[in-house]
């Protein structure tokens, strides 16, 4: 048996400044936009990290540029090994799991594979199988001082830090596993099916307070750019959203992360 696979968290340091990318959803010109207002490549090369949050890939009803996505991302991780941070998404995770999203009818788990298909032909089995390794190396949430990022939001069967060093992307299989929600999880007031782990504020500072943080950002629920939950704010970089963080600062609370939106013009 193959030995898994990545730490599920990864420690951002103090000093510099992070760009926070969520959502992309193979919009490859909107990653471009973001990357070129926040000078992204020119940042990273002065020692600046960034963070994109999952889901990269899986368009709806547009030019897919999920292809585009992941070699510019894979481009920017080789480049910049220590200060570009992938986490999973649901929509990578489908493909480490083999269980297909749905968007309305359209599985787009298969819609990928056919893209791959499409764009890299007879290399296109390879491609998948690269993509499906990145896929499972990827942290499940980054740490940054009291601030956690992950995809999704709360867990209430992640309890303490050291839960991380369990994680394994391949167990990951119904909502009541451990680390589901953290790919899943939607508020309720936007969602109040058992699959989305749907949670109020409460639950927030439930799951925050077990782990000894203050504040949670994720993407993944389609909010009009931005919207807080409690102590989570929600960014959705598909709506242009993302944020620019100066971590010599200290973030306890999302009112302290205002002055961190961006959205691109
Ligand atoms: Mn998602």
């Given at each position: ?14 000093g ?5 990318i ?28 960034l ?107 992640v ?14 299989l ?47 629920t ?44």
């Amino acid at each position: 048996m193959r030995k898994p696979l990545t730490t599920g968290l990864v420690t951002v340091e103090p000093g510099g400044k992070l760009i926070v990318i969520t959502d992309l959803h193979g919009k490859f010109y909107l990653f471009k936009k973001i990357i070129d207002q926040a000078d992204v490549v020119k940042s990273l090369s002065r020692g600046d990290y960034l963070i994109v949050a999952g889901d990269f890939i899986h368009a709806s009803g547009e030019k897919d540029g999920s292809v585009e996505i992941l070699e510019m991302l894979i481009y920017l991780k080789n480049r910049f090994e220590n200060n570009v941070f992938l986490l999973l998404g649901n929509h990578e995770w489908s493909h480490i799991a083999g269980k297909p999203v749905f968007k309305g009818s359209v599985n787009q788990t298969a819609e990928f594979v056919k893209l791959l298909e499409n764009h890299y032909g007879l290399k296109a089995e390879a491609k998948l199988k690269e993509f499906v390794s990145l896929f499972e190396s990827l942290p499940i949430a980054a740490r940054i001082g009291s601030l956690l990022i992950s995809h999704a939001a709360p867990d209430l069967r992640v309890t303490s830090m050291d839960d991380f060093r369990y994680y394994n992307p391949r167990k990951i299989l119904s909502p009541a596993d451990k680390f589901y929600p953290l790919l899943w999880a939607r508020p309720k007031s936007f969602s109040t099916a058992a699959e989305d782990s749907p949670y109020i504020d409460e639950d927030v500072e439930l799951f925050l307070g077990r782990l000894g943080l203050s504040v949670s950002v994720v993407g993944h629920t389609p909010v009009d750019k931005f919207c807080k939950i409690g102590k989570q704010l929600i960014v959705n970089s598909l709506d242009g959203a993302y944020l620019d963080i100066d971590l010599t600062k200290k973030y306890k609370s999302v009112e302290d992360l205002e002055e961190t939106k961006r959205v691109v013009k």
